[in-house]
Structures are given as C-alpha cells and as structure tokens.
C-alpha cells in the first residue's frame, strides 16, 4: 500500500466501487421483486416510497447511504494493509516506521468514527422518514377503505391490524435497511478481500495433493457447506416468528378486552373465566418461545461453532511459511484479518438467517394487511345519493351475509320534518338497515338518498374519541361553536355540570356513564344540525323521562330535519309520524302512527 497516494487511489476506487454497486444492486433488487415472492411482497412497500415522482428525498438519502457503506469497506481495506504494515515494523524493530503507522492508525480511526456517525444518522433519517411515510399510507388505507370496520364481513380477516401498524411497520424498515446494506457490505468485502488473500495465500498439501492458493478454496468450501447446513437448522425460524407476533398480539388483545370490559366482568365475578382465558393465551406464547428458543439454540450453536473454528485456518496455513520464512508477520496478521473478513462476509447470509426469518413473518403480516384492506374495499355497497331535501330508499333488499333475504323491496320517502321509528323483533334487520342507510352494509341492492346536509348516527354504545369534552361533542368534525353553544346544548340533556369541563382531556368513555354517554350524543346532534339523524336505540340507556325529554328536543330544537330511530320501546310511537314494522323473511309493513 503506497499511503502517499492513498486519498487518491482511494478516491478512485469509492468512484469505481460505488458505481458498480449501485448498478448492481438495482439489478437484484429488480430480480428479487420479479422472481421472488418476499421480493415482491417488499417491493409492494418499499416502490411508493422510493418513487422520485412523490419525492426524491429518499433516493437522495438511500443513494449517501449507499456511499457510506462502500466507504466502510474501503476503510477496512485501509485497515487490512494497516496491519500488514505495522505488524512488520514489529518484526523489523524499525521504531520510525512504528510511530508513522501509529499516527496513519489516527487518521484512519478518526475517519472511520466519523464515517461511523454520519452513516448512523443517515440510516435513522431513513428509517424515520421510511417509517412515517408508510406508518401514513398503511394508516390512511385501513381507513379509507373501512377496513377498521368491513373487515368483519371477509372470510379471511386477519388479526390484530393494530398490532401490524404499531410494530410491524418498524421492524420492516429497520430490517430492511441493516440486511440490504449488510448484503451490500459483504459483497463487496468478499470481492476486495478476496483479492487480498489471492496475493497473500500460499499451496497447500492435502493428502499429498498441493493446492495452490488453498486459502480462497478453503474459506469459499467451509462457509458454502456451512451456510447450507444454517438454512436448514434455521427454516423453522420464519413460521416460530410469525407465530410469536401472532400469539403475543392475541394475547395482548385479551388483556385490553379484561380492561375495556372490566365493570361487566367486576359484576360477573368473571375474574376466574378472564384468568382461564388469559392463561390459556400467554401459554400457547411461551409454548411458541420455547420452540424458539431450542430451535435458536441449534442455530446459534451451529453459527459459533463454524466461527471460532475458522479462526485458526490462516494460521495453520500461514504459519508454516512464516517460520521458513516465505512470508512476514505482517503477512500472517493481514491474512487472519483478511480471511476473517471474506469468512464473516460469506458468513452473512447463514448469520442473518434468523433476522431474514423475522422479516419474512413481517412482510407476511403486512402483505396480510395490505391485502385485508383491498379485499375490503372491494367489498360491495350500496353507493347512497343525494337527492333535495328527502330521505328516499327504493326496491331495497337487504341480506346477511349466507344470502338469506332480511328485507325485501323496500320503499319509503321520508320528508323534512318527518319521523320514522323502525321496528320489529329481534334478528329482523332494523339496525343491519341503518348500516345499510349508512354505507356501511355491503349485501343489499336498491338505491337510497339522501338529503344534501349533515347526516348523524347514534348508536346504542356512542363513540367518544380520546381528547377534550369540546372534541367529543363536535366529532367527527373540528370544534368550532362557542362556548355558550356548547354549554347550552349540555344543559339541555341534563349535563350542565361537564359545562365547566369542556377542555379536560380524559378518556370519558371510562369516566361517563352509558346514560351519561348517551345523553352527550344528543348534545352532539344539537349543536351539529344535521339534515338527518339516525338514531339505533339511542336511548336504551336512559329511562322514559329523559327518552321523553330528549325526543321533544329534537321536534323543538330540529323541527325541519329528518329523525329515523330503531328501537322497541312503545313509549318512542308518540314522537315519530310513521313507522316501520319488519316482519323477518323479507316482509315489512308501513304504518301512521300517533306522533
């Protein structure tokens, strides 16, 4: 090595180096996505992000990121003849040459720790960047095509969505930045230190047979027979993973459901059952984690093994031309490093088996949810319309999901000002046809409209998102309507006491009762004016006074927007004009009522 001219010719090579690489490593990066079905599977996450039409940052940090990393394995190389050369200068007892490399040792180590540094924030810029842009799609997809929700009515739903967004997406990223860049690193190593060890590496009598250069064919055959061996032990790895994921997801999912009904559970005295079911699910995941475990233990003994045995392969090679002195020390020691660097990067694809093992279970779980919230939105749905002032619905037939006929035929027009109550025993379809009315029902054909303003559904259990009492009334919209507004509209359904609340953020799902919670969502309704209000037993929690006062707020407060309610209370006849008998199997009448 000639350190006189080694920015130069070290310059040349990152050009040279770092053109072929990238080259290349679009080339496989094609392949993979072509003839590959994990290639295909990452392609489907990582094309939208690196696509310079939506931005070519990523490409820019991708492209540096690439530089650093064959920068690395020119500093190595650096190192490799660093040793050659001050190891001889050990030999020779040369003291100059001893301090000269000792000061040449600074400069290289104070380059490779900045390199280090700059590649480490390259590499989280990515990762967040990365991170953030499908963290948004993945989010923005799953609700945009209802899947949150319509992922019930698939065959195939897949589990834990949440669980596949929070933590899946960043071991996708993260993972898949350290093994590409890894690959790119031990390619390269093996092809810059490949070259070393040609010129280092001396014959060798094998059974009486010489071998010249027998240090490449040794290191090559040893870590090719030995990568195979690895996959092999190793395989089981991909499905152990995605089970742990899986199990641990579920398990996680029972506890949430022992804390989200946890007064109903506390009235039951359920707490044995809750532990059954809690036990049962946290063993099938340390049962999965054992396998795991003696599945690794067989992996990572068989790694260290191969490793610390190839430790002394260039020694037993070397050291016979060291003592008769066909080579220096400095030879030996940049020998051992260099056929420890060829042997590791070899070695990277048999080491990294179980991280590549891990993210084929990642990449399966987001395919997974990629592919639920396409299925989903593909779902059909009766597209609703617009038409003037009047809820219209005709020649409406609603099914369950067997294709067994709940409403048949349907017909009504209901005008502002009206009211209709829909009512009928239980399993007759009143609320599947609110869901209908509202999108959300995908077996039923005909067509309905709908009037041009708001619409609004209560439901039996409301839905108050996390945040301020003030972003609970005014959801799904922004709060924009005053303070008297809002208290006014609290006062009118008994929760005047929340008027000094209104900016407390709390989880007030916990904090409300379900009467409370019911009684909030007329508050909503009041202070949205919607055109139409849809209402699901919007009432059951609350007793006939209140029912009684609600209602007549909603003809005072409301008197031209449209009211279409479930429910099987007699006491709702009195404020609705018409109503709405289903009968099951089809069959439906239309009635006056008192109102």
Known sequence: MDWNNVVWDSSMWLLKAYVMTVVVFVVVVILLARFTKWGRQFWRFAAPYFDPRRSPKPLAILAVLLLSTVFAVRMTVL????????????????????????????????????????????????????????????????????????????????????????????????????????????????????????????????????????????????????????????????????????????????????REYGESIAFFRGENVERRTLAGRFADVIRNMWQIVFRTLK??????????????????????????????????????????????????????????????????????????????????????????????????????????????????????????????PSGSGKTTLLRTLADLWPYADGTVSRPSGEAIFLSQRPYLPLGSLRTALAYPKEPTASDDVVRDALTKVSLGNLGDRLDETADWTRILSPGEQQRLSFARVLIARPAVIFLDEATSAIDEGLEHTLYTLLGTELPDSIVVSVGHRSTLNQFHSRGVELEGEGRWTESELVG
């Open 299 to 424: 992996f990572s003994g068989w790694n260290l093994t191969v490793n610390q045995t190839a430790v002394i392969f260039p020694f037993l090679v070397q050291g016979p031309r060291l003592f008769t002195g066909q080579v220096s020390l400095g030879d030996v020691m940049q020998t051992s490093q260099a056929f420890g660097q060829v042997h590791d990067s070899l070695s990277f694809f048999r080491e990294s088996y179980a991280d590549f093992a891990s993210f084929r279970a990642t990449l399966i779980r987001l395919n997974g949810l990629a592919n639920d919230n396409q299925h989903a939105a593909e779902l059909p749905v009766l597209k609703t319309g617009k038409s003037g002032d009047d809820l219209q619905v005709e020649k409406l037939d609603v099914r369950i999901p067997t294709g067994e006929t709940l409403i048949e035929g349907l017909a009504l027009t209901v005008s502002p000002g009206q009211s209709l109550l829909v009512k009928g």
């Open 79 to 258: 190192f490799s003849y660093w040793y050659n050369d001050f190891y001889d200068s050990i030999q020779n007892l040369d003291e100059t040459a001893f301090w000269h490399f000792l000061r040449v040792f600074a400069i290289l180590a104070t380059v490779h720790v900045v390199r280090a540094l700059v590649e480490y924030l390259i590499g989280q810029t990515l990762d967040i960047d990365w991170r953030t842009w499908l963290n948004h799609h993945l989010v923005d997809d799953w609700l945009d095509s209802r899947a949150y929700y319509r992922d019930r009515f698939l065959d195939d739903a897949i589990d834990n969505p949440d669980q596949r967004i929070q933590a899946d997406i960043t071991n996708f990223v993260t993972t898949s930045r350290s093994l590409s860049m890894g690959a790119v690193t031990a390619v390269l190593s093996i092809v810059s230190f490949t070259g070393i060890l040609w010129d280092l590496s001396g014959p060798m009598t094998v059974f009486g047979v010489e071998i010249s250069r027998a240090m490449i064919f040794l290191v090559y055959i040893y870590v090719l027979v030995t990568t195979v061996v690895a996959f092999w032990i190793g395989k089981p790895l991909i499905k152990l993973n995605f089970l742990n994921e899986k199990l641990g997801a579920n398990f996680r999912y029972a506890l949430i459901r022992v």
